[in-house]
């Protein structure tokens, strides 16, 4: 199996969903110098103090000192907030007093890594201004000049520094662990990130935040590991897993889902059993639904109580298989967008019509807020929909939530656009026998009709 590294650029579509913050090189924030020009007055190197992070933690070196640190190692990819671009490293140990964050302008970035193609876990020597930057007085690195930056080949990451959650929770945390990757096992999510908290959740008091990686938690999942970079973020202390590889879980409703024993399951995948990046083998599944955006669509095992739904996306947009047909799936990837699980067909994997059909019976669910992960992908038909009063951010975007169910929505994706489901039903009111596919969307749990066809009446609320 192999495990693809993550390009530092990985970060950027995370972070564009957070609020606006000033984190650029500029003593606590400022605008500092991004011009590149000959004839700037962007600093020098020649006379660097050489240096090592473990010192400049330690504060045995000024703040606006010019320095190099040597054969350090990137441990945290990029966020891009405007003009400005972070990341981190440590040095070759990790652990206390070894991390420190790089703060540059985003013209330096696409000068010096104009392919891409920096990864976690690249060597790297580094020159630039030491600062203590915003109210917190975060050490930092400020790099003004794309030649600052060398690279040295690649190394894999130590392991994350293993703490106790007790050492890094309510948002505050020794500072020698700003800035380290670090790591505890067996935390219980307690609270859920969502849009009103900016994906941050807790799990045993640890803020955790879904900068770079949204992990799909439930309250009262046992987290065996967690982890990530740890660094002050809005005036707490957070933990920012950078990948899968960081949190480490099982659903909390899959403990009763039997393992399987004779090659790949739907189960097996939403019940988070394989790394994401990894390919899978899927035999036997039914098309539950026509397509969504170019060449997304769900398949389904119909044999499969719970957990037996997946989304399939086929990039080469070769035509989606009629609703009921059977299909194998070969080579297909498994990653975790957005909260949503997902099979993504890269070449050479591909996705074969059996030529065989089943017939699509939808499972009854009475009461919608009872839907949990364990539908996510399936096709459900539940007898009474109430929706309730739309937020300002759902209204006209083709979401109606579920009164009296938080987080569950009835959702518009199959339909060319969010106007163009509003003008086929009813708005706030009640919807008779709803049939539509389950879809997670942070956090979200979307019911999708996959046509009218799929409510018997939609009436408006009485005003």
Known sequence: MMILRPSLFAAAAAFALLPACNLGPGGGGGTGDDDDAADDDDDATDDAVETTLQALNAGDHDVDTL????????????????????????????????????????????????????????????TGRFQLAFDEEIPRISVDRASSFTTA???????????????????????????????????VVETLPTFDNFGVFEADGIQVDDVFYWPDVAVGDELSWLAGILTPWYGRVTLMPRWDDDVWFEPAGCVDVPISEGGDTVQDV?????????????????????EFRPGNFFVQDLDAPAYGGVQVY???????????????????????????????????????????????????????CSLTEAHEGTLVTIPEVVLGEQSEWAEGRGYYPVDGCPLIMVGSIFFESAAAFDAENGGVGTITNLTGVVSDRFENLLINPRSSDDWE???AAAE
């Not at 190394?155 to 505890?184: C, K, N, Q, T």
């Not at 939403?270 to 026509?290: A, H, I, M």
């Not at 067909?345 to 009475?366: H, L, M």
């Open 314 to 368: 086929d990039p080469a947009e070769d035509g989606v298989p009629a609703i009921g047909a059977v299909v194998d799936l070969t080579g297909l990837q498994y990653s975790e967008f957005n909260g949503q699980t997902e099979l993504a067909a890269w070449k050479p994997a591909t996705i074969t019509d059996t030529n065989e059909t089943n017939e699509v019976t939808a499972t009854e669910v009475v009461d919608p």
């Open 153 to 187: 080949g690649y190394e894999d990451l130590p392991d994350p520094y293993l703490v106790e959650a007790d050492e890094i929770s309510g948002g505050f945390a020794d500072r020698e662990l700003w800035g380290v990757p670090v790591g505890v096992e067996d935390a």
């Open 67 to 126: 320095v190099t640190v040597r054969d350090v190692q990137v441990s945290g990819a990029y966020i891009f907030d405007d003009d400005f671009v972070t990341f981190w490293v440590q040095d070759s140990e990790g652990g206390p007093g070894g991390g420190m964050t790089i703060s540059t302008f985003l013209d330096v970035i696409e000068e010096f890594d104009p392919e891409e193609s920096l990864y976690l876990g690249e060597i790297m020597d580094i």
């Open 457 to 459: 009446a939609w009436e």
């Open 270 to 290: 939403n019940c988070r059993r394989y790394f994401e990046g990894q390919t899978v083998e899927l035999t036997g599944l039914t098309v539950v639904s026509g």
